[in-house]
């Protein structure tokens, strides 16, 4: 998918059970204001609220290690819940009654697995480059896909369509340095105006 990119973030996720239902993974799949490792030249924190109006209005399924052949849960289903609170993006997975989520549920409870990542495309984001050696990005507001328990958390992700931090980064530059171009050009013009005014008000003198 276009533009999809994921993290993941040191966070455990564990069961949750009692005698009145099934288990249910619990556990955070972002951290809010947690500086990233270097992605390539950047590195990145999420701004509260950014999850906010993804996880009221899109459709957030909850996967195996981001495989759509594993879906564990659906918000719209009933099955995963998605909340923000001064921690992050906690979330609560009700898992189906199969074999590979048993296993899965097993693995997370040796704790074989026990780390969450998220698939998110960007609506907005802040750059603070004041420093050029350190640069931050800010997600201030993102798209939410879905959420999974993983067992190799890439960080940045590497997969097949997924943007690279390098190109993400690239794509930042480029967006500035039109800005900067059009700034230049809308100089320029104005410094031609100012010169034809100039030219007919010496006009206008004979």
């Known amino acids: 998918m276009k533009d999809l990119e994921r993290r ?12 009145t239902g099934p288990p249910r993974l619990v556990g955070y799949a972002a951290v809010f204001n947690t500086l990233s490792e270097d992605l390539g030249g950047f ?6 609220g950014a999850f906010a109006n993804s996880i009221k209005t899109s459709d957030i ?10 879906v564990l849960g659906r ?10 609170d001064e921690r992050g993006l906690r979330i609560e997975i009700v898992p189906p009654d199969t074999t590979w989520a048993k296993d899965l549920v097993e693995s997370i409870r040796r ?24 640069i931050i990005r ?10 999974s328990p993983v067992t190799y958390p890439a960080y940045p992700a590497t997969s097949i369509g997924i ?5 993400i980064l690239e794509a930042h530059s480029a967006a500035q340095a039109s800005v900067k171009a059009a700034e230049i050009e809308a100089q320029r013009n104005q410094a031609r105006v100012s010169v034809l005014r100039r030219k007919l008000e010496l006009l206008e003198k004979f």
């Open 8 to 19: 993941a973030f040191p966070v455990k996720v564990e069961i949750r059970s009692d005698d």
């Open 43 to 48: 590195r990145e924190k999420i701004k509260p």
């Open 61 to 70: 399924r909850a996967l195996w290690n981001h495989n759509p052949d594993f």
């Open 75 to 84: 918000n719209k289903a009933g099955t995963l819940a998605l909340e923000e």
């Open 111 to 134: 704790g074989d697995v026990d780390q969450m990542s998220f698939g998110f495309r960007t609506k907005k984001d802040e750059w603070d480059e004041s420093d050029p050696r350190n």
């Open 138 to 147: 800010t997600l201030v507001e993102v798209e939410l896909f879905d959420v």
């Open 163 to 167: 943007r690279s931090a390098k190109e």
